[in-house]
T-cell receptor, first 111, second 114 residues
């Protein structure tokens, strides 16, 4: 069991550029979640997949954000036309049973 | 809507002593799950303990126990025999079921003194 992995761990981009993050969940987990955490705050829910189906999206997920989980395994989160307000830690979690396990996160800095 | 309140921005404890981190919640759901996570300065979120709303016994995991008082809507985390490595941010969270999205509190920074 290698845990949840995320790539890249850090991303610096200029305002207006597109970025894509990847999450690989624990292999036997069918649930996958994306959260965003800004400094000094708790994580906020963005979206949730059960296998390949996206079952819930937060209103925080504007039309510049899109998430996919094409084969029910890894997931990608894309942010188009990044803004400075998108700077945050993006956390992925996978779940089985009663527990959710988080990856190390991708820290995005928009300059 | 669900809400988690952690009223202690920071807590201090002496090594080897016990400490309680407070968490209250608000929900209209009948079935829900309560979670505690630890976030060290490295940034990763470490799952500590889970309590289901219908569980009659308080959850325990090693040195962690969850003091669940359903009528008071509280889910306090008790850490026994604190260690220096326990210094971190601690988040209380809940979901409408055991598998739903998590709603987090603001967190409590715990500092363990030698």
């Amino acid at each position: 069991d290698t845990g949840v992995s995320q790539d890249p761990r850090h991303k610096i981009t200029k305002r207006g550029q597109n970025v894509t993050f990847r999450c690989d969940p624990i292999s036997e987990h069918n649930r996958l979640y994306w959260y965003r955490q800004t400094l000094g705050q708790g994580p906020e829910f963005l979206t949730y997949f059960q296998n390949e189906a996206q079952l819930e999206k937060s209103r925080l997920l504007s039309d510049r954000f899109s998430a996919e989980r094409p084969k029910g395994s890894f997931s990608t989160l894309e942010i188009q036309r990044t803004e400075q307000g998108d700077s945050a830690m993006y956390l992925c979690a996978s779940g089985a049973g009663d527990e959710q396990y988080f990856g190390p996160g991708t820290r995005l800095t928009v300059t | 809507a669900q809400k988690i309140t952690q009223t202690q921005p920071g807590m201090f404890v002496q090594e080897k002593e016990a400490v309680t981190l407070d968490c209250t919640y608000d929900t209209s759901d009948q079935s829900y799950g309560l979670f505690w996570y630890k976030q060290p300065s490295s940034g990763e979120m470490i799952f500590l303990i889970y309590q289901g709303s219908y569980d009659e016994q308080n959850a325990t995991e090693g040195r962690y126990s969850l003091n669940f008082q359903k009528a008071r809507k509280s889910a306090n985390l008790v850490i026994s025999a604190s260690q220096l490595g326990d210094s971190a941010m601690y988040f209380c969270a809940m979901s409408p079921t055991s598998y739903g999205k998590l709603t987090f509190g603001q967190g409590t920074i715990l500092t363990v003194h030698p």
